[in-house]
């Protein structure tokens, strides 16, 4: 918390850190409200770093004494670190500070979560352990004891000695401060093993609380498939002797990659069929993948400052996408990952949090772990492994990992390894990590003696902060159809990177079928003003799996628009086309599934908007229930055969072929739901033995309003089990209809179970409500005060929590001006509470624009 103005961090202003840290040697003796931290720093001048006074990091910690040479010095204590005089040589540092875990709610440091002791350092957590200079760039091997009577006690790297009371843990490999963690607790473990492509051993073990052992089997398989795809794919081991992951119930995020000791929120690592989904599965092993992989990709070579952050996030964002497509379904993947970067990242970039992928200033560094960061720099690795090919993006990334290992580095240091590795220049790419916002596409077309001609023009919007945009390299990926359906030019990569250019194809007899953007092969929205036949003759026949799954999703879009505007009635053309593609069961199941997925209602709010309409919540909704209700009318006959084929009769496995026939199932259900009001659902709620289809059937209950007697026998069936119950909490609020929504919502946060300290619980329920159109948007204004009066309450508690949920206000600028002023009072009222945290006030001002 801060009382002064916020301050910005700048990233011109880099400057290395005066002194090497030669090693860290911490004692921990665990107390709930005064744990004492004795720390043993080794300091050398840095002959690179200009001179400096000596600062070291510090927030909320009691400094009992301190030591520079074994003599007692008085350093100079702020809120914010310490000031002190040191030698000019290399010296000796010790410091003994109190803390206080217990009475840490914020989750940030040294916490406590159901008795257990646990650390969140990352980004700069590791200040409120012990002072320190907490920065990504100074890097140093850590030997850490821990005392106290608790059953396990776990640190970073290998065991060492362990005996009565104590247990010493060292990590050979250097590292910052932000990789480090203790666990203590009175858990048990799952344990595994390894054995590496050189031969080494490794222990594997998943912590957690007794009880939950159950639900580690699936997590332990996902991280021996993790260890071993990253040896066969880039061809990099595992470094230590051991490695651990906790679940923890009390989490910010849904996981962290401290070295050799993984902390998980306990909702991305727990898994079993009769407690979670199909997708919950699929996200344990994705998210357990991530950190895994950020081994390499993070803390082997790690980030010089925290604006260099999509180096790690965006390069282990795409290594975790890269590894599902080859587990799973490539097109599914692809699909999911453009509906998610669409759904997060483009609202983002198109609204005024809008920042390039590599920021150039901040106030508080938790604020930009954002899909930007993440999600568009994964994409911006996609595209230059698109650009240079793949074989030279493995000769890159060897000499990545060669060049760079043990080093904190930059994105010059990144682009500078393909350039030496392509012979490219890369100047005019690194304009996707500098220049924010989402580049507008729009085409056109020509055809003449056999030759066609697509001529493409770029605009990027302006962004806050840059009004002026230069033209960005994209790879655009096409393919062309003849009019009979055939293909006529296979996939074929266009360097599309001046303001407008044109491509010529030759040697065509009919003027050929577009399909562009094929594998969404940039982060681009594309502009074309192509008829629906087009659209439809491409979800007929595009052999691109993404390209014609889009088709059809334009076709959805434009008739939910011409219904919200004109109150047209479906497009027959969309329906019929779309049943076509459903019914052939060549195609994999979770394909067909996503098929019958419409654009989200906040999407359409953002198509209307940018066609100069201001959208209507309760239109779109209207529009979204007439075309489910068309569908389902129309499609009495297709459903049932569906259904059939959605049918699991195997033992539940959350495999991708059976996860896609459910997914499948579940997408049936819904419609079926419109036409016998539930009966279907209500006798697949009673059957089912597994999270996934009790869920989903549910779901619709609670849709169609049948939900009295199936809420309660949710809740009595699942009240010993937080994590199933998260899913009570948000889907009552999920699945009802608009006027619900705040209703259920208040009466929900006076729930005994409403633990709203616990982010998983306060997202369940208050992330749900936002994340209703229609409900949130509710022309009363109750939604936003409701979200509002929680987010004032939340952020004295955990302010970086608080803050994340502010992303719910940054579209407001769309809506109507009874909206926007009910939204900029909320906004005002939050920025007014006395004492807010610097993480909440920069949020709230950036989406003020203020
Ligand atoms: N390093 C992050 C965790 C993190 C985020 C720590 C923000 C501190 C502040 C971790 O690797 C991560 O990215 N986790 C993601 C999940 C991942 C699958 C994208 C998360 O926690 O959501
Ligand atoms: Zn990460």
Known sequence: MKAEAPQTIYLKDYTPFGWHVESVHLT???????????????????????????????????????????????????????????????????????????????????YMSNGMYCTQCEAEGFRKITYYPDRPDVMSTFTVR???????????????????????????????????????????????????????????????????????????????????????????????????????????????????????????VLASPETSTDANFERVEAIIAHEYFHNWTGNRITCRDWFQLCLKEGLTVFRDAQFTSDMRSEPVKRISDVIDLRGRQ???????????????????????????????????????????GDEAYARALDLYFDRHDGQACTIEDWLKVFEDATGRDLAQFKRWYSQAGTPRVSVSESFADGTYSLTFRQETPPTPGQPEKAPQVIPMAVGLLNPNGDEVLPTTLLEFNQSEQTF?????????VPSLLRGFSAPVVLDREAGRDEQAFLLAHDTDTFTRWDAGRQLARETLVDMVLTG???????????????????????????MMGTPSQSELAQVLADRGHVPDPDAIWQAAETLAQVKAERWTDLLPRLAAEAEVTAPYSPDAEQSARRALGAAVLSLQTRLDGGAAAETQFGRADNMTLQLSALSNLIRAGRDDAALKAFHDQWQGDRLVMDKWFGLQ????????????????????????KNPNRFRAVMGAMMMHHAGFHSVDGAGYRLLADWLIRLDDVNPQTTARMCSAFQTWRRYDAGRQEMIRAELERIRSKPKLSRDVDEMVSRILGA
């Open 28 to 110: 921990f003796r665990l107390a709930p409200n005064s744990t004492r931290v004795l720390s043993k720093i080794r300091f050398a001048p840095n002959p690179d770093a200009p001179a400096q006074d000596f600062f070291l990091h510090g927030e909320m910690l009691k400094l009992i004494g301190a030591k520079i040479d074994g003599a007692t010095v008085t350093p100079d204590v702020t809120d914010e670190g310490l000031t002190v005089t040191v030698p000019s040589g290399a010296f000796l540092w010790e410091a003994e500070v109190e803390i206080d875990p217990k009475g840490n709610t914020a989750l940030e440091g040294l």
């Open 146 to 268: 821990i005392e106290g009577d608790e059953k396990v006690k776990l640190s970073n790297g290998n065991p060492q000695e362990a005996g009565e009371g104590f247990a010493e843990w060292h990590d050979p490999w250097p590292k910052p401060a932000y990789l480090f963690a203790l666990v203590a607790g009175d858990l048990v473990n799952f344990p595994g093993a390894f054995t590496t492509m050189s031969g080494k051993q490794v222990e594997l073990n998943i912590w957690v609380r007794p009880g939950d052992e159950d639900k580690c089997a699936f997590g332990m398989e996902a991280l021996k498939k993790s260890m071993k795809w990253d040896e066969d794919v880039y061809g990099r081991e595992y470094d230590l002797d051991i490695f651990n992951i906790v679940a923890v119930d009390d989490f910010n995020m849904g996981a962290m990659e401290n070295k050799g000791l993984n902390v998980f929120n306990s909702s991305c």
């Open 346 to 388: 483009f609202p983002e970039d198109q609204g005024p949090l809008s920042h390039p992928v590599r920021p150039e200033s901040f106030q508080e560094i938790n604020n930009f772990y954002t899909a930007t960061v993440y999600e568009k720099g994964a994409e911006v690795i996609g595209m230059l492994k698109r650009l240079v």
């Open 504 to 512: 010529n194809f030759s040697g065509f007899a009919a003027k050929p």
């Open 568 to 594: 047209a009635t479906p497009d027959m053309a969309y329906i019929d086309g779309l049943e076509a593609v459903l019914r052939d069961e060549t195609l994999d199941p979770a394909y067909r599934a996503l």
């Open 733 to 756: 609020i999920a699945a009802t209809t608009p006027e619900k929504v705040v209703p259920r919502t208040e009466a929900l946060t006076a729930h005994p179970a409403f633990d709203w």
